[in-house]
C-alpha cells in the first residue's frame, strides 16, 4: 500500500493546483437558448427566476459575478435535463409548461406576474408553499427544482470553497 | 484543470492487449450488427460480469451487453458531474413510480460494482434460513455456499478495511460503543486502496476490485465479446426458447437509441441486468408469467439518513466511504418481526449533499458551509421478511421503460422513525453539536431529549422523508416452485428453457447486508453449473 504521508503530501499540493485552475477558468459568457440542449423556453425562464431564490446565501453579492454564476447554473441546468430519461424530459417539460402558462401559473403556482417580473418574494413564497404542500404534485414539483438546482450547483467546483471541500485529490503518484 | 485523470495509473483497458480485445461501443456502429454466439449476457454488473467471466473460461463463445458507456480509470475525474450523469441510471436520478424513493444504480461496464462503496458482507444467515423455510429453496444454505463466498472473497480480495476508519465512520464507532451496541469493521473489495473516498464515482487507482477490473477483463482476455451502449430491447420466442436478442444502439449520452440495431442469436441467454431491468427486460418479451410473480416482490432496503454537525472536522468526502458498520438492530429482531436495519455511513460530497439536505436559501446554504463539519449515518431497512413490507413492483411505462411501484407501508414507516431515533443517539453520544433527521421539515436538534420528542411526532409521508435506495433485489426469485418462483434452482427460467437470470433479481427477499457478495456468490455457483452443462 502506498503511504499515507506520501498520499496526504500529494493531497496538500493538489489543493493548491485545483484552487489557481478554479481562479484561471474564464467565466463563460452568458448562454442563450439558442445554445440550449433540452431547455425550452418556459424551463429557462422559470429557471432563471427560481434558482437565484433557491440559491440566496450562496450567490456571489457583485452583481457581475453574480450573474456569470446564474448564467452558469442554468447551463449546467440544461446539461443535467439533456442527460436525462426522455420521459423524465418530458415530465419536466409538462411540469415547466403547467407553472408557465397564464392560467395555472396563477392559479396553481400562485404567481401573478409573469416569472421574469415576478418580485423575488412571490417566488420565495411559492416555493415554501409548494415545499410544504399536502398535495403530492406540488410537493414533488418543489423537489425536481430543488434537485436540478443545487445539483447543478454544488457539481460546479465555483461552489465547494464556500462548503470547506477542497475538491479531488491530485493523484499523480 | 479541474480533477486529475488519473493518468500516470496503469488502465487495462489502455494497455497494449486490450488492442485484441473485442469491445464494440454500439453508439459508434454505423450500420447494423448481427452475432452467433454460445452465451449472451444481458448486463455487465455483479451478476453477467461473473458469469461472463466464468462461461469464457469454459470454453464458450460470450457476448456481454451492457447498456451504459465503458468508462476506466483513466476516464474517472473523481467528480460528481461526471460520475452521475455517465456511470448511473437517469444520472443517479432514478425514482420509484411516486418519485418518493430515489434509487442509485449503476449503468456501465461493470455496472454498480463500478460505483459502489465496496462493503462486502456474505448474505446473512438469517436470511438463508428464511429462505430455505419460506420458500423451499434447496441447497442454499449457509455451508451450501461457504465456499463460493470464500472463493469470490479470495477473487476480489475482500478483507476487513485495515486502517483506521475515516472521522465519518469514526463517529458511528464511537457513537454505537457508547449506546451499548456493536459495531464492526466492513470487509471492503480493494487491493492498495489509497484511501481517497471516490469509490462512488469509478475507482481512478483501479484499487476496487470492481467487475471492471476483475472478471470482464478476464473475459475479454477468453475471447468473449462486450458491446457497450446497446440496450436490449426484447427477447424474441419461439415455443419455449428463446431465439434471438434484439437491442438498439444509444447514442453517447445514453438518452435516445441510434438508428442502429443489434441482434443477438445465441444457445442459452442471461438476462443480468438488474432487478428493474430484468423483469423489465422479460416483462417487454412477455415472457410466460402463468403465477403472476414476474418484477413482484423488488426489494430497495429503504434507507433513511441523519445528519450530523459534530465539533470537529470530519471531511466525510475524504477516506474509504463505508468502513464501520451495525447490525445490532437486524440481529436483535427476528426476520419476520418489526422491520429491521442496518447501520452504516456514507460518503459526503457537494452534490449528493446538497440534493439531500431539505429546503433551501439560507437555511440550506448554512448546513453546506459546515459541509466539512457533517457526519451522516445511514439505516438500510431489511424488507421482504413481512406481508406488511413485501416490496413493490416493477412495470413498463408506456415507452417500454421499467419503472418501480413500490408503496412505503406503516409497517415500513415505522421502521423508519426508529432508524431515525437510533442514528439520532448514536449521533449525540459521539458528541454531535445538531441533529438533523433527514425529513422535509428540515429541523435541527440540539439534545437527544428534543429530537426523540420531534422524530415522535414527525409526520411520515413519502416526499415528506427521502427515502433512498442503492440495492435493488428480487423480482425474478429463484426457487423449486414455478408457483412460486421465476426461475428454478439452476437460474433456469420455469417456463423458458435456454434464459437464465443470474443477478440480484433472484433474490426471494432483500439480503439485509449490501448484496454484492450475495450475487457474486449466487451467481458463481449457478454459471459454474451452467458452464458444466454447456461444456463444448
Redesign the interface.
Known amino acids: 500500500?502506498?503511504s499515507?504521508r506520501t498520499?496526504i503530501a500529494a493531497g496538500v499540493a493538489?489543493t493548491v493546483?485545483?484552487v489557481a485552475?478554479?481562479w484561471l477558468?474564464r467565466p463563460e459568457s452568458d448562454a442563450t437558448l439558442a445554445t440550449r440542449r433540452a431547455f425550452d423556453a418556459n424551463g429557462e425562464t422559470i429557471m432563471f427566476a427560481v434558482a437565484p431564490?433557491?440559491?440566496?446565501?450562496?450567490l456571489p453579492a457583485a452583481d457581475r459575478e453574480r450573474k456569470v454564476a446564474i448564467a452558469q447554473t442554468l447551463t449546467?441546468i440544461d446539461a443535467?435535463i439533456?442527460?436525462?430519461?426522455?420521459?423524465?424530459?418530458a415530465e419536466l417539460a409538462q411540469l415547466f409548461a403547467l407553472l408557465a402558462l397564464p392560467p395555472t401559473r396563477i392559479v396553481f403556482a400562485g404567481i401573478m406576474a409573469p416569472w421574469p417580473e415576478a418580485p423575488a418574494d412571490d417566488v420565495?413564497a411559492f416555493?415554501d408553499r409548494f415545499?410544504?404542500s399536502a398535495w403530492?404534485l406540488k410537493?414533488?414539483a418543489y423537489?425536481a427544482l430543488?434537485?436540478l438546482?443545487?445539483?447543478s450547483?454544488?457539481?460546479?467546483?465555483r461552489?465547494?470553497p464556500?462548503?470547506?471541500?477542497d475538491?479531488?485529490?491530485?493523484?499523480?503518484? | 484543470?479541474?480533477?486529475?485523470a488519473?493518468t500516470?495509473?496503469p488502465d487495462p483497458y489502455h494497455e497494449p492487449d486490450a488492442l485484441q480485445w473485442s469491445v464494440i461501443d454500439a453508439s459508434r456502429l454505423e450500420r447494423d450488427i448481427v452475432f452467433d454466439t454460445d452465451v449472451a449476457i444481458i448486463g455487465s454488473g455483479a451478476g453477467g460480469g461473473v458469469a461472463a467471466e466464468i462461461l469464457a473460461a469454459a470454453g464458450l463463445k460470450v457476448v456481454l451487453l451492457e447498456e451504459g458507456p465503458l468508462k476506466t480509470s483513466s476516464d474517472f475525474?473523481?467528480?460528481?458531474?461526471d460520475a452521475?450523469?455517465q456511470l448511473y441510471q437517469?444520472?443517479a436520478?432514478r425514482k420509484t413510480a411516486?418519485?418518493a424513493i430515489n434509487i442509485l444504480q449503476g449503468r456501465c461496464v461493470g455496472g454498480g460494482t463500478t460505483v459502489n462503496w465496496t462493503s462486502s458482507f456474505r448474505t446473512p444467515p438469517a436470511t438463508l434460513a428464511f429462505w430455505a423455510s419460506e420458500f423451499g429453496l434447496r441447497g442454499f444454505g449457509e455451508s451450501d455456499l461457504a465456499p463460493w463466498f470464500a472463493r469470490m472473497e479470495a477473487r476480489l480480495s475482500m478483507a476487513p478495511w485495515p486502517?483506521p476508519p475515516n472521522a465519518n465512520n469514526a463517529v458511528l464507532a464511537r457513537g454505537a460503543e457508547r449506546i451499548g451496541i456493536p459495531a464492526a469493521v466492513i470487509r471492503r473489495n480493494v487491493k492498495?486502496?489509497?484511501?481517497?473516498g471516490?469509490c462512488g464515482m469509478g475507482c481512478?487507482?483501479n484499487a476496487k476490485q470492481s467487475m471492471l477490473v476483475t472478471s470482464i477483463l478476464s473475459a475479454l482476455k477468453s475471447g468473449a465479446t462486450l458491446v457497450t451502449r446497446a440496450r436490449a430491447e426484447r427477447f424474441a420466442i419461439a415455443g419455449e426458447r428463446v431465439t434471438q436478442l434484439n437491442a438498439v444502439a444509444m447514442d453517447t449520452?445514453?438518452?435516445?437509441p441510434t438508428a442502429r440495431k443489434i441482434t443477438i442469436r445465441a444457445r442459452t441467454f442471461i438476462a443480468a441486468a438488474g432487478a428493474i431491468g430484468t423483469p423489465g427486460l422479460l416483462l417487454r418479451t412477455r415472457t410466460p408469467d402463468p403465477h403472476h410473480l414476474l418484477g413482484k416482490r423488488t426489494f430497495l432496503h429503504p434507507s433513511v439518513v441523519s445528519a450530523a454537525l459534530m465539533p470537529e472536522?470530519i471531511e466525510g468526502?475524504?477516506g474509504a466511504p463505508q468502513t464501520i458498520y451495525s447490525d445490532h438492530f437486524l440481529d436483535s429482531l427476528p426476520v419476520q418481526g418489526p422491520i429491521g436495519y442496518k447501520l452504516e455511513a456514507a460518503p459526503i460530497?457537494?452534490?449528493l449533499?446538497?440534493?439531500t439536505l431539505p429546503?433551501?436559501?439560507?437555511e440550506?446554504?448554512?448546513w453546506?458551509?459546515?459541509?466539512?463539519?457533517m457526519q451522516v449515518v445511514i439505516a438500510l431497512l431489511r424488507d421482504g421478511f413481512h406481508p406488511q413490507g413485501d416490496g413493490g413492483s416493477v412495470r413498463l411505462?408506456d415507452?417500454g421503460?421499467p419503472v418501480l411501484d413500490y408503496p412505503l407501508t406503516p409497517y415500513v414507516w415505522d421502521g423508519v422513525r426508529r432508524a431515525l431515533l437510533t442514528m439520532a443517539e448514536i449521533q449525540f453520544a459521539a458528541g454531535a453539536i445538531k441533529v438533523m433527521p433527514i425529513h422535509?421539515a428540515g429541523v435541527a436538534y440540539g439534545r437527544f431529549s428534543d429530537a426523540r420528542a420531534g422524530i415522535d411526532a414527525f409526520d411520515l409521508k413519502?416526499?415528506?422523508t427521502p427515502i433512498f435506495s442503492a440495492h435493488v433485489m428480487g423480482g425474478a426469485p429463484i426457487g423449486p416452485d414455478p408457483r412460486r418462483a421465476v426461475v428454478g434452482m439452476d437460474g433456469r427460467h420455469h417456463q423458458i428453457i435456454n434464459l437464465y437470470v443470474l443477478d440480484g433479481s433472484l433474490f426471494p427477499t432483500s439480503i439485509g447486508a449490501n448484496p454484492q457478495l450475495s450475487i457474486y456468490s449466487v451467481v458463481a455457483r449457478l454459471a459454474s453449473e451452467l458452464a458444466r452443462a454447456l461444456a463444448p
Open positions: 500500500m502506498i499515507r498520499f493538489g493546483a485545483l485552475a478554479q477558468r431564490v433557491l440559491l440566496a446565501g450562496v449546467d443535467a439533456a442527460g436525462l430519461p426522455r420521459g423524465a424530459q420565495r416555493l415545499r410544504a403530492t410537493r414533488s423537489d430543488h434537485e438546482v443545487f445539483a450547483w454544488y457539481g460546479n467546483p461552489s465547494w464556500a462548503t470547506g471541500y475538491g479531488p485529490p491530485a493523484l499523480s503518484s | 484543470m479541474t480533477g486529475t488519473a500516470s495509473f475525474r473523481m467528480l460528481e458531474s452521475y450523469p437517469e444520472s436520478a411516486d418519485r486502517v492498495s486502496c489509497w484511501n481517497i471516490y481512478p487507482t449520452l445514453g438518452v435516445a472536522r468526502f475524504a460530497h457537494p452534490v449533499a446538497a440534493i429546503g433551501d436559501g439560507l440550506h446554504s448554512r453546506m458551509a459546515d459541509l466539512s463539519r411505462r415507452d421503460t422535509a413519502p416526499r415528506i
